[in-house]
Structures are given as C-alpha cells and as structure tokens.
C-alpha cells in the first residue's frame, strides 16, 4: 500500500494517532529519527490505544536510510508543506507512494523539502491566515485520499 512517513516527529499522541492510521489503513508507518520521545511513552501508547500490534512501524535513524531502505528504494516521495503551492488532489498517488510529514511545529525544513529524493512538494488546504493542520490529521487526510484513489482496496 502507501508509506506514511514523520521526519523526526515531536509530540507522542501525534505519532500515536499515526500508528493508528497506519493499523486501520493497511499503510506503513516510517519514524525518522531524532524522535522528540521514548517509544514507550504512555501518552504515545494511550492515542495508539490496542493498535500497536495491529500496525507496521519502521524507525530510521536518518532520512537518507529510511529512503534508501530496500522498501522505499524505488518509491515516489511528496513532501507536505503548508508552503507548497501544489494540492494533494492534484495527484494521483500509486501503491508505494512516500508521504512524507514534518515535526510538530515546523514543519518540514528547506533541507529537506530540497532533498532529491523529493518528487514533489503538497499542501493540504486551509483557510487564509491558518498556519498548520495537526501532524496526525494531515496523515490521515492525505492517506485515506490516496487510499479512496485505489478505491479502499482491501477495506471491509
């Protein structure tokens, strides 16, 4: 299916809910590291509630090993920002796809919005004047798009 990345995420409930939307949706969940918790953390298991064991969850220790893994060696990756210029609905996203996210509050930075493996920087649409969407809502938002894309293929 699709590969949902947090480039060194910050806060545990948001990477919690992104191991919940990796479990329900069938995609993969790519923590790059620094991580700003300890795996264990008890507000990161309290959002993921029994997902957990439900969930495929890979940590990296950098960018360049998680996009070079042999999973994602091949893959496109669309990087988020509230600064791109380019919708997610513009695309049509294929199985494999890297959706890659930034930490809580920053964003993605210019290094890696730059990086080469980039296929092409998205936003998610907000009112004028909003500065972000919640890491884990834009996970999902974005997922389960080009999830509906491939018409919920494994969904009940």
Same mark, same amino acid.
């Given at each position: 299916?699709?590969?949902?990345?947090?480039?060194?995420? +910050?806060?545990?409930?948001?990477?919690? !809910?992104?191991?919940?939307?990796? *479990?329900?949706?069938?995609?993969?969940?790519?923590?790059?590291?620094?991580?700003?918790?300890?795996?264990?953390?008890?507000?990161?298991?309290?959002?993921?509630?029994?997902?957990?064991?439900?969930?495929?969850?890979?940590?990296?220790?950098?960018?360049?090993?998680?996009?070079?893994?042999?999973?994602?060696?091949?893959?496109?990756?669309?990087?988020?920002?509230?600064?791109?210029?380019?919708?997610?609905?513009?695309?049509?996203?294929?199985?494999?796809?890297?959706?890659?996210?930034?930490?809580?509050?920053?964003?993605?930075?210019?290094?890696?919005?730059?990086?080469?493996?980039?296929?092409?920087?998205?936003?998610?649409?907000?009112?004028?004047?909003?500065?972000?969407? !919640?890491?884990? !809502? +834009?996970?999902?938002?974005?997922?389960?798009?080009?999830?509906?894309?491939?018409?919920? *293929?494994?969904?009940?």
């Amino acid at each position: 299916m699709f590969h949902v990345m947090f480039h060194e995420p +910050c806060i545990p409930p948001n990477t919690g !809910n992104g191991i919940r939307i990796a *479990a329900v949706t069938g995609t993969t969940l790519h923590l790059v590291e620094p991580l700003g918790f300890d795996l264990s953390e008890p507000k990161l298991k309290r959002a993921g509630l029994d997902y957990h064991d439900l969930a495929s969850v890979v940590v990296h220790p950098d960018l360049d090993s998680a996009l070079d893994s042999e999973a994602l060696a091949s893959s496109r990756v669309f990087a988020f920002s509230a600064h791109a210029t380019r919708w997610f609905t513009d695309v049509e996203f294929e199985p494999g796809d890297v959706l890659l996210f930034g930490p809580e509050p920053t964003g993605l930075s210019a290094e890696v919005m730059s990086h080469p493996r980039v296929t092409d920087r998205l936003r998610i649409p907000m009112m004028d004047g909003r500065r972000s969407l !919640n890491l884990a !809502n +834009c996970a999902a938002v974005v997922t389960y798009e080009a999830w509906r894309q491939h018409g919920f *293929a494994g969904a009940r």
